[in-house]
C-alpha cells in the first residue's frame, strides 16, 4: 500500500468532506496534513478551534504506522480518487469521498447497478416485490446495491445472491463492525458474492447521522435507484433526494394510499418517479428488454387468461395489501365456498398470490 493512500485515509477519518477539501488545496497532500504543525492552521481563514481539535484528535487515533497490517488482516482495501478502481459513476457525484474501504470484488462497482431500497419494516407485499425485482434484475446482469438494513435491504441482497447475481452493501459504520449484528452471515455472503464499502474509518461505530450522508453513495453507484415502500420522512426518501441531486433515475412501487409505508413511494410517483408495475419497467430504464421463451414478459402479462364475472369481482377487491377470505367474503356478499374456489381459480391464472397467513394479494 503506497503512502499516499494510507494519509488519504487519515485525511478522511475526519469525517468532514468540505473540510478536507479544503485542506488538500492548502497544503497539497494528505501527507503535507498530517505533518502540518498546528499553528498553520490558525492561518487558514475560517478553520475554527474545534476544526483543528478534529485534526488533533484523528492524529491521536489513527494508527499511521499499522494501517497497512489492519487492513491486510482485513483482507481490506481503501480505494482514492485517484485509484483506476475508483468507479466512475461515485466520481460524478458532487460530494464523492475522498476514498472509501472496501473488503470483496471492486470490479462489481462499475457493473450497471439498480440501488434497491426501503422500509425496515417491510411489508409481505415489499417483501414479495423485492424479491421479484431483485431476481429478475440479478438474472441480467444487473448489480444490486443496497445498505444492508434490516427489512428491504437484506431482501435485496439475499434475493441477488439467490439468484446468482453480485451485490453491493454500503454501510454507514466501518467495514469491520456488522450492523445490524444479526446480519453478519449475510456480510459474509456479500463479500463472497460482490463487496461491502464503506467511508467511515475501521471501527466506526453505528451513529444515527452517519447513514442518510453514507446514502448518497448507494444512490451514487446506480444507475436508477428503486423505493420500494417509504414513509414520508425515512432513509429511503433521503436516498431518493440524493438520487434527484445526482440526476439519477428514480423508480418507486405503487402502494396502498392508506398504507403508511406507500406514502413516501406514492409522493414520488406524484412527483414524477417512474412507477415499477413489473420488473421489466426497471430493465426498460437500463435499457435492456426481458425475454422469455421469444416473447417480452409485458406481452405474456397482457394476455393472461381472461377473469369471469365472478373471478373479476373478487380480484377487484384486492390489491397490494393482503386480504383474508373473511374481508372477501364480506366485500363480495359471495359466499365463503365460492371465495375460496375464486381465490385459487384467480392463483392458477395468476392474478393473485398467497401471502403469509393465509392471506391473498395480488402480483405484482
Not at 468507479?87 to 462497482?109: N, R, S
Not at 431483485?134 to 445498505?147: E, F, M, P, R
Amino acid at each position: 500500500m503506497d503512502e499516499n493512500t494510507i494519509y488519504t485515509a487519515f485525511l478522511a477519518s475526519l469525517n468532514d468532506l468540505n473540510f478536507e477539501e479544503r485542506l488538500l488545496d492548502v497544503f497539497g497532500s494528505a501527507k503535507a496534513v498530517y505533518n502540518a504543525p498546528e499553528k498553520l492552521f490558525f492561518d487558514i481563514e475560517g478553520v475554527t478551534a474545534a476544526k483543528i481539535n478534529k485534526i488533533k484528535n484523528a492524529k491521536k487515533t489513527f494508527d499511521i504506522d499499522g494501517f497497512e497490517e489492519r487492513m491486510k488482516a482485513l483482507n481490506a482495501r481503501f480505494i482514492t480518487r485517484n485509484d483506476v478502481d475508483y468507479p466512475e459513476k461515485l466520481l460524478q457525484i458532487p460530494d464523492a469521498p475522498m476514498g472509501f474501504y472496501i473488503i470483496g470484488d471492486e470490479t462489481v462497482l462499475k457493473m450497471p447497478a439498480v440501488a434497491i431500497v426501503g422500509s425496515r419494516k417491510v411489508t409481505s407485499y415489499g417483501v414479495e416485490c423485492t424479491e421479484k425485482i431483485t431476481s429478475v434484475l440479478s438474472q441480467k446482469g444487473i448489480c444490486i446495491v443496497s445498505g444492508m438494513a434490516q427489512g428491504t435491504d437484506s431482501y435485496a441482497h439475499k434475493a441477488a445472491i439467490n439468484a446468482g447475481g453480485k451485490t453491493v452493501a454500503v454501510f454507514g459504520t466501518g467495514i469491520d463492525m456488522c450492523y445490524p449484528s444479526m446480519n453478519l452471515n449475510l456480510k459474509r455472503s456479500i463479500i463472497y458474492n460482490g463487496c461491502v464499502i464503506s467511508e467511515y474509518p475501521l471501527g466506526t461505530r453505528p451513529e444515527k447521522w452517519n447513514f442518510p450522508f453514507r446514502n448518497r453513495i448507494i444512490s451514487g453507484l446506480a444507475d436508477v435507484v428503486a423505493v420500494i415502500e417509504a414513509d414520508r420522512r425515512s432513509g429511503s426518501m433521503i436516498t431518493a433526494n440524493h438520487a434527484l441531486d445526482q440526476d439519477k433515475t428514480i423508480m418507486a412501487l405503487p402502494g396502498n394510499i392508506n398504507s403508511a409505508l406507500s406514502n413516501g413511494t406514492n409522493l414520488l410517483i406524484r412527483d414524477g418517479a417512474i412507477p415499477i408495475t413489473a420488473p421489466i419497467d426497471v430493465l426498460e430504464q437500463m435499457q435492456i428488454y426481458l425475454r422469455q421463451d421469444g416473447d417480452d414478459v409485458r406481452e405474456e402479462q397482457n394476455n393472461k387468461i381472461p377473469l369471469e364475472n365472478d373471478e373479476k369481482l373478487v380480484y377487484d377487491c384486492m390489491d397490494s395489501e393482503p386480504k383474508s377470505t373473511d374481508e372477501l367474503v364480506y366485500m363480495t356478499k359471495l359466499s365463503i365456498t365460492d371465495v375460496i374456489r375464486l381465490l385459487s381459480m384467480l392463483e392458477l391464472k395468476g392474478y393473485i398470490t398467497k401471502a403469509s397467513g393465509q392471506k391473498y394479494m395480488r402480483c405484482l
